[in-house]
């Protein structure tokens, strides 16, 4: 039996492997918020938004994960999804049964669970992450010399696990007491090793943010569309959330955008509408400044007419703001878009000037030889097809074949 037939026959097992840990993942998510609910536990905001990111995490990336290893075994980005909710959901698990349970539970069992919640979520946010975002899309490193970043990531993440674990304060999450695993003493005398640590850590995320953006720079087809998907998302997850990490809020919004990013990167490995990246690119842009346009000028409006009107004709003052902003929209419109083509659709913006020269020429043209080469010119600028060729069918004749290569 060759080896591809030894692969072929292991890929549908790899798959149904992928959908039951995905499975496995998303009734462990079930069962913490059963647990929350019938355990009637009242928690302080800053918990529930923990337990509604954790939730999150698990749900996201378990269904993500499943999606891509389900149908991509080998591409290790969806077990690499996978790994990450799974290290989640076992933490979030954890952490439920030991806040619920921790009148009944014996002070070993409690130890144990806090334990396993403290000491299990760095690993996917430590080595999940960095990998999947090092390997991506191709699920191999950028190249031979990167290797070693893989090794390095995987040690990053174990000392980081290991500096969160043995915090003095990482078991005080609980009413009950629960002694740290070490003295504070001796963990403050390892302070050197933490911020070494730390530094390991941040260099690990610096070196696989560079290996990403040289990929983008070295990626060419197929393989620069599906970077762009994930830029693009990341890109925007981060500015949707940016007044979250700010003023330390806002749960709900991170939880509603989480799928942004693994879901771009199920697209791009998947290949499911591929080249639409470039639309929704187009069509961010122009209707998020249009609307940033649009509310500035709305808001300027308003002030302005007030202040003229005087504050007993407000409602006169927002009407105008109204009618004026809705005057403003599609020539705004217009405007934004022809200035977004020119800056990141450049070939569709100089095709619609090549179109549009060739449209005002062709109103003056009658000479059919001069107007055939033309045509052929502007279909090589704009569609850029290896041939053109052009048949005119006359009224008596058969038809007479003109061709420019």
Avoid: K
Avoid at 292 to 320: E, H, I, M, P, T
Wanted: proline content about 6%.
């Amino acid at each position: 039996m060759t080896a591809r037939a030894v692969g072929e026959r292991e890929r549908p097992g790899l798959g149904r492997l992928a959908w039951v840990v995905c499975a496995a993942a998303e009734a462990i998510a079930v069962a913490c918020v059963v647990m929350l609910l019938v355990g009637q536990v009242t928690f302080s905001e800053a918990v529930n938004a923990y337990l509604v990111t954790n939730l999150g995490m698990v749900v996201t990336f378990a269904a993500i994960g499943g999606l891509v290893a389900g149908n991509r075994p080998e591409n290790p980005i969806g077990w690499l999804f996978l790994g990450h909710s799974a290290c989640f959901a076992v933490t979030t698990l954890a952490g439920t049964i030991a806040v619920v349970r921790q009148d009944t539970l014996s002070p070993g069992a409690l130890r144990a669970l806090l334990i396993v919640f403290q000491g299990v979520w760095p690993l996917g946010i430590g080595i999940a992450l960095p990998l999947a975002v090092q390997l991506f899309p191709t699920g191999r490193p950028l190249s031979p010399r990167w290797r070693w970043l893989i090794g390095l990531t995987v040690l990053s993440g174990l000392v980081f696990d290991a500096q969160t674990l043995l915090d003095p304060a990482a078991l005080a999450v609980t009413d009950r007491p629960v002694p740290p695993l070490i003295r504070p003493a001796a963990f403050h005398a390892a302070d050197p090793l933490w911020a070494a640590a730390t530094l390991l850590l941040v260099g690990v995320l610096g070196a696989s943010v560079a290996a990403l953006v040289l990929r983008v720079r070295r990626a060419r087809g197929v393989e620069r569309l599906q970077l762009t998907w994930l830029v693009w998302a990341v890109a925007l997850f981060m500015v949707l959330n940016s007044q979250r990490w700010i003023t330390g809020n806002g749960p709900i919004l991170f939880l509603l955008t989480l799928p942004l990013v693994p879901a771009a990167a199920a697209v791009a490995i998947l290949r499911y509408d591929l080249y639409d990246i470039r639309v929704i690119v187009n069509r961010t842009l122009v209707y998020g400044l249009l609307t940033a346009l649009l509310g500035l000028a709305y808001a300027g409006a308003v002030l302005v007419l007030g202040q003229l009107a005087g504050r007993d004709r407000d409602n006169l003052a927002v009407a105008g703001a109204t009618l004026a902003v809705a005057a403003l929209a599609q020539p705004a419109r217009r405007r934004i878009q022809a200035a977004v083509d020119r800056r990141f659709n450049r070939r569709r913006y100089d095709a619609a000037q090549t179109i549009a020269a060739f449209s005002t020429r062709l109103r003056a043209e009658v000479d059919l030889n001069t107007l055939t080469a033309e045509l052929c010119t502007v279909a090589n600028q704009t569609m850029e097809p290896r041939s053109v060729s052009l048949w005119l069918r006359p009224r008596t004749t058969g038809a007479i074949p003109t061709g420019h290569p």
